[in-house]
């Protein structure tokens, strides 16, 4: 009975290591509506020259509702460089901006003498030449020093605007830009590309539309950290976020346990050994009480 009950006591513990393996990605979605668009997880990265699975943030959108989406991915200690902050219709010093951190405001328009962070590219930060035309829409990127040197990023951060549904199965800023902008059309009133299912390589991500005009956005992990997307529409829309590091579809704060899961299952395992021997040399013994409670 001894022997049964220390079994007992061992099954509910089978459940950490069984977990680990049945474990999917972390997985979110992303709708319109406040905090509803910005998600957050820990991902191992993968160097750029890894030459087997790669670490990924994969975002995958519907083609309905139609929407125009500002997307931005980041690893969260760049976050203070998303968005631009402004006092009196000028930028302000990274020092400044540090010092008050906090309580500089987004969104609508701020009064005179305060602070704004302006984080989407529109015709008022043109305007102020924070961004130019060929950004318009996308989240905007404090990427220069109080030097006018190119800001260090801990990762590269994507920065675009989706057009989903629209001139055709739809199009992003960064391919228009890339496509159109940059020279690198043969005609450049040719939009003919806008309506084909196809693949895009832009600022360290792969686009892929398929011919229903569903978007993935696989945005590539070189750097172990805490990313985040964070996506804005002024319509609704809906959106699928996976984070699928290095180490296949296990989320990362599971992986360090692995080796508590794996000497748990060296435990189990000799205990059952343990248990089986034991079983096996009273088992004139133990055979009629199951036949005993079989009959009940």
Known sequence: MRI????????PLLAAPLGSLLAAADSSYLSHGEDEGFKCAGIYGSPGEHTGRRSVIEIEIPPVPPSDIALAIFDYPDIDWIGIPVKNGAKVSDAEAKRLGPYISSGGRAGDGDVQRFVICDNETITMDLCSDADMGRPLLNDR?????PRSFRSVIYSDYLMLNRSGIGYTQLEYKSRVLDGNSTD???EAWRDQARTSVVDGATLDWSSDGTLKVRYYVNTTG??????????DFTARVDWIDVHGLLPASEHPKMHIYLALTIAYITIAVAWAFMSWRVWSEILP????????
Do not use: E, M, P, W
């Not at 020093?145 to 040197?149: A, S, V």
């Open 226 to 235: 805490f990313y985040c997307v964070d996506a804005a529409s002024i319509g």
């Open 145 to 149: 020093d109080d030097n006018g040197q």
């Open 4 to 11: 049964v009950h220390t079994l007992r006591l061992a099954l």
């Open 289 to 296: 009480v199951q036949n005993q409670l079989l009959g009940l």
């Open 188 to 190: 450049k009133s040719d």
